[in-house]
């Protein structure tokens, strides 16, 4: 079933988007067996979280358009809702929970599931990701999940403060949980 779904994403995806995918594959795996997540959706979520990310942009606009996905102003966002879609109606996947994980593997969102979790935090630490502070939510992601997730929502929120973007409130939402729960975040940085 993985050599199906690579064999397809190879036609849609170009080949640096593909050794991302593959990359955060091996990083979702070791998160899964740490977590006690069932390792074959993790593999399956992994492999089709950026399956919305087509290589062919108006192919891409097409389709957005066709499965009623909202058009923001907001490039980087679409491929997310676009991928649960096609992982649904392309690559054939029933499992909500995985849907779930692609849908929401950019923004996150509060009430997340495990599987959610380790979606999003695998993308954010996977070996060739370069931005400042990546380590240290790396070295958390296995002693603490939710707050590595804080910290990498933090630092996206700082981000995109920074480059003058829309922030979802999905990311609002789901970092306003975590704090309440009593995660640092970004609380930690030198002042
Ligand atoms: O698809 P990837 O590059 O592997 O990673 P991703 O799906 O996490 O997308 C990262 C991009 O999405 C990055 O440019 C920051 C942006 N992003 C993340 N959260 C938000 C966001 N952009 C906006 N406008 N709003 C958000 O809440
Ligand atoms: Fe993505
Ligand atoms: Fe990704």
Request: with cysteine; proline share 1%.
């Amino acid at each position: 079933m993985d050599k199906k779904i690579i064999d397809m994403l190879m036609e849609d995806l170009d080949q640096s988007r593909l050794e991302h995918t593959l990359r955060v594959v091996e990083e979702a795996k070791r998160l899964a067996r740490r977590y006690d997540v069932d390792i074959q959706k993790a593999t399956t979520a992994a492999l089709l979280h950026d399956c919305g990310k087509l290589k062919d942009n108006n192919n891409l606009l097409k389709l957005a358009d066709d499965f009623d996905i909202m058009m923001t102003d907001n490039k980087d966002l679409i491929h997310a809702p676009l991928g649960a879609a096609l992982a649904q109606h392309k690559y054939k996947i029933e499992d909500e929970d995985i849907l779930n994980a692609i849908k929401y593997h950019t923004t996150g969102r509060k009430d997340m599931s495990h599987l959610e979790k380790i979606i999003y935090i695998a993308d954010y630490i996977e070996p060739n990701r370069k931005f400042i502070g990546v380590e240290r939510v790396r070295r958390l992601a296995f002693e603490d999940l939710d707050e590595s997730i804080c910290l990498a929502m933090d630092q996206t929120i700082v981000f995109l403060v920074k480059s003058n973007r829309i922030i979802s409130l999905d990311t609002i939402e789901a970092r306003n949980q975590l704090v309440s729960k009593g995660n640092k975040g970004g609380s930690q940085w030198a002042k």
